[in-house]
């Protein structure tokens, strides 16, 4: 299967500050989303990319795809304790999704 | 709106015994996927359905039958389950190739 690389694995950050972590694949893909999984949820979707090169924003949230199809980052910006959990990139192509492992984020107040 | 519903919530088989998970969506979404999740290894699709009437094999098929009842439910079964399908399966919807909804997901164990 495609493989998606997502670093890093865990971040211990203070409250208010920013956050970055990014997702690079050996594959193109055509859309590139990121995820927040909270302890016995499903994963909620935070942002959608669908051309190269595009910059997205919600609120505290930024992520681009990648000029080159192959990695997408999500940046947090002045985190709060609620952004704790975990968080996944996935690649979008001919109808399936890949995920990376995640990214686990401590906020610590 | 409900979203993506999945039952049961919690389950334990012992090997060899056989299971369905259910799957129902309100969105009117053409696409319906099941995901297992492991510890470190992220989400990995199982199956999907394009459309209501086709199922296709995601990355790791092999112990798994789909069925697509309708437009808003598509079933995961497990003829004989093994240890090694332990895991957080997650059911998904989406509208045509886009963005993807997740069910609260099945908590299944294996002994």
């Known amino acids: 299967g495609q493989q998606l690389n997502q670093s890093p694995q865990s971040m211990f950050i203070q409250e208010g500050e920013d956050v970055s972590m990014n997702c690079t694949s050996s594959?193109?893909?055509?859309?590139w989303l990121w995820y927040k999984q909270d302890p016995g949820e499903g994963p909620v979707l935070l942002i959608a990319?669908?051309?190269?090169?595009e910059l997205t924003s919600n609120g505290r949230l930024t992520a681009q795809f990648g000029i080159t199809r192959k990695d997408s980052f999500l940046n947090i910006s002045a985190s709060i304790p609620s952004d704790v959990g975990i968080y996944f990139c996935?690649?979008?192509?001919?109808?399936?999704?890949?995920f990376g492992t995640g990214t686990s984020l401590t906020v610590i107040p | 709106n409900a979203g993506v519903t999945q039952t049961p919530k919690f389950q334990v088989l012992k090997t060899g015994q056989s299971m369905t998970l259910q799957c129902a969506q309100d969105?009117?979404?053409?696409?319906m996927y099941w995901y297992r999740q492991d510890p470190g290894m992220g989400l990995r699709l199982i199956y999907y359905?394009?459309?209501?009437?086709?199922?296709d094999k995601g990355e790791v098929p092999n112990g798994y039958n789909v069925s697509r009842l309708n437009k808003r439910e598509f079933s995961l079964r497990l003829e004989s389950a093994a240890p090694s399908q332990t895991s957080v399966y997650f059911c998904?919807?989406?509208?045509?190739?886009?963005?993807?909804?997740f069910g609260p997901g099945t908590r299944l164990t294996v002994l």
């Open positions: 969105m009117n979404h053409n696409s």
């Open positions: 594959s193109i893909f055509n859309t």
């Open positions: 996935a690649g979008q192509l001919s109808n399936q999704f890949y």
């Open positions: 359905s394009a459309s209501e009437g086709t199922t």
């Open positions: 998904a919807s989406s509208e045509v190739v886009d963005t993807q909804y």
């Open positions: 990319l669908y051309k190269a090169g």
